[in-house]
């Protein structure tokens, strides 16, 4: 709906996208019910435009929208490659036309309104927010559930983005395992300062997702993205003359220590990356994603206030700048980095620690099997320049930039954004 008088309601999703779907299918599975709500976003999301993969145990919530689930994966080096077994987790692909339908009928059953505008602003009072439109205010709310994108409030020590470019191929004949996922593949030409790998998720063995992804400073051209790709597709022994790319997809995650503040008034929560559920020395969000929504339904259910745990644990967060820190420094490969992890250590309990999820006694654990002494130096840097941050001025956030969509894109095909 367009609105002239701003609506008035108990709750507003700001943004429509990922986190917010997520959130209407938990309060639906939970039976919230009595509840005024409004989405604000201008526009009504719908088919497929991104796709998320992320492990964990089996989900009735969504099971049922899986593109695919592997108990297997692969992750590949120049020195060899290893197969490894998964259990109890798996690994699994969530494309987001799925999620979009299940998140519209869970707000026909919830009776959600939607207003058709960008949010502008949200003025909170401490009792009621306002939130503004181009126009004007569009809705009141008690409680903003904002996911919509955003840098981190400060800089951080460390700035390094995920960014990648994935092609859905179909080949005429069978040529990928569909029991098995290609977790990461480090076999690819690794940058000066960064850290390149691709990925293979077989949805059957005619279809699939290939991709390359670097976590560095900078984005590459589009035609970077396409001679990366290209040499991949040809290391893997695909035979371009015999694929067809149906789409392509493209994406930019933040990786920084730098701090998103979750609660940035009384009444306004954010979630998904604005809220801290992107991992920063993975780019990984969707798991973190869904457990937010989760918490945030329980809460409503229960009469509580929206507002989810942390994300991740202080000391995961910690972790990971020293980790982002040694990986800019050079002083620790990207790919010796994440070979020895599952070389040393069970599969569950890195893709646990991956996830923040492990307990104090397993981060030793996994810890341990890396190379110390770059990690010392890089803690002691890391702690060093915290202190350092005390006295120095705030540093500007550099912006998030877009996706790179140029580049040599098939005839009829549109490029999507993707989501770790």
Not at 217 to 230: F, K, M, N, W
Not at 238 to 267: K, Q
Not at 318 to 337: I, K, S
């Amino acid at each position: 709906m367009s609105n002239t008088e701003p609506v008035d309601v108990d709750l507003v999703l700001a943004g429509g996208g990922g986190a917010a779907s997520l959130v209407l299918a938990a309060l639906d599975r939970h039976q919230v019910r009595g509840l005024r709500i409004a989405v604000v976003d201008p526009v009504h999301r719908r088919g497929q435009d991104r796709t998320w993969a992320f492990w964990g145990t089996p989900d009735d919530a969504l099971d049922p929208l899986l593109s695919a689930r592997w108990d297997r994966v692969e992750v590949a080096t120049p020195d060899g490659s290893r197969v490894l077994d998964l259990a109890p987790l798996r690994y699994a692909m969530l494309r987001s036309a799925p999620v979009y339908a299940r998140a519209a009928e869970a707000a026909d059953r919830l009776g959600v309104i939607r207003v058709h505008a960008p949010v502008t602003a949200l003025d909170d009072d401490g009792d009621r927010v306002v939130v503004r439109g181009p126009a004007g205010p569009v809705a009141r709310a008690r409680w903003v559930l904002d996911s919509r994108p955003r840098p981190p409030v400060r800089a951080g020590r460390t700035f390094w983005l995920q960014h990648f470019r994935g092609w859905w191929v179909q080949s005429g004949t069978p040529v990928f395992d569909p029991g098995r996922a290609v977790l990461m593949d480090f076999r690819t030409p690794q940058p000066a300062r960064g850290v390149s790998f691709g990925y293979v998720l077989p949805v059957s063995s005619r279809y699939a997702l290939v991709e390359y992804t670097e976590f560095s400073p900078s984005l590459l051209t589009g035609d970077g993205y396409d001679r990366a790709l290209a040499g991949y597709r040809d290391r893997l022994g695909l035979d371009p003359a015999r694929l067809t790319v149906r789409e392509v997809e493209n994406g930019v995650i933040p990786m920084t220590d730098g701090p998103f503040v979750a609660r940035p008034s009384p009444r306004v929560v954010r979630l998904g990356t604005a809220g801290g559920a992107t991992r920063p020395s993975t780019g990984f969000t969707f798991s973190a994603m869904h457990r937010q929504a989760d918490q945030v339904a329980r809460a409503l259910a229960a009469g509580r206030p929206p507002v989810p745990a942390d994300a991740y644990p202080a000391r995961h967060r910690w972790m990971d700048a020293v980790a982002l820190r040694a990986l800019d420094a050079g002083t620790v490969g990207g790919p010796d980095f994440f070979a020895r992890l599952f070389a040393r250590n069970p599969p569950e309990r890195v893709l646990r620690f991956l996830d923040g999820t492990t307990t104090v006694a397993e981060e030793v654990a996994v810890m341990s099997s890396t190379r110390l002494a770059p990690m010392i130096a890089a803690t002691v840097a890391d702690a060093s320049a915290r202190l350092a941050a005390r006295w120095r001025p705030a540093v500007p956030v550099p912006p998030i930039p877009a996706p790179v969509t140029d580049g040599v894109v098939p005839p009829g095909v549109v490029p999507t954004p993707l989501d770790g």
